[in-house]
């Protein structure tokens, strides 16, 4: 499965960018999916998960209320909103996938098996 994530840019502190992640996969139904960061000098980490219907989610405590995660398997795709931004969101942001057919949702870099290469994201203050 090959993922590739767009829609990253320079945005103002109280912006909104949408990211998105397409998957080349015909199957993507049968993938959970998640959105992580990485800031300069510190781990990936995750911003966001979703199941393979999009039933469950999951969100960093640092992004609840302010991101949402989404997909859409017609068009293989999986979005992120990112309203209320703030200079702390700055990063290069990764789509992962993971095939599952279940509810859960995964929130470590070990649990994902795909990655796309990443989209930067920056917030000036």
């Known amino acids: 499965v090959q993922l590739q994530a767009s829609g990253g840019g320079l945005v103002q502190a109280g912006g909104s960018l949408r990211l998105s992640c397409a998957a080349s996969?015909?199957?993507?139904?049968?993938?959970?999916a998640g959105w992580f960061r990485q800031a300069p000098g510190k781990e990936r980490e995750v911003v966001a998960a979703?199941?393979?219907?999009?039933?469950?989610?999951y969100y960093a405590d640092s992004v609840k209320g302010r991101f949402t995660i989404s997909r859409d398997n017609a068009k293989k795709m999986v979005y992120l909103q990112m309203n209320s931004l703030k200079p702390e969101d700055t990063g290069v942001y990764y789509c992962?996938?993971?095939?599952?057919?279940?509810?859960?949702?995964?929130?470590?870099?070990?649990?994902?098996?795909?990655w796309g290469h990443g989209t930067l994201v920056t917030v000036s203050s």
């Open positions: 996969t015909r199957t993507f139904g049968n993938y959970a």
């Open positions: 979703i199941n393979w219907n999009g039933y469950t989610t």
């Open positions: 992962a996938a993971k095939t599952d057919y279940s509810y859960s949702v995964y929130y470590t870099t070990k649990d994902y098996d795909y």
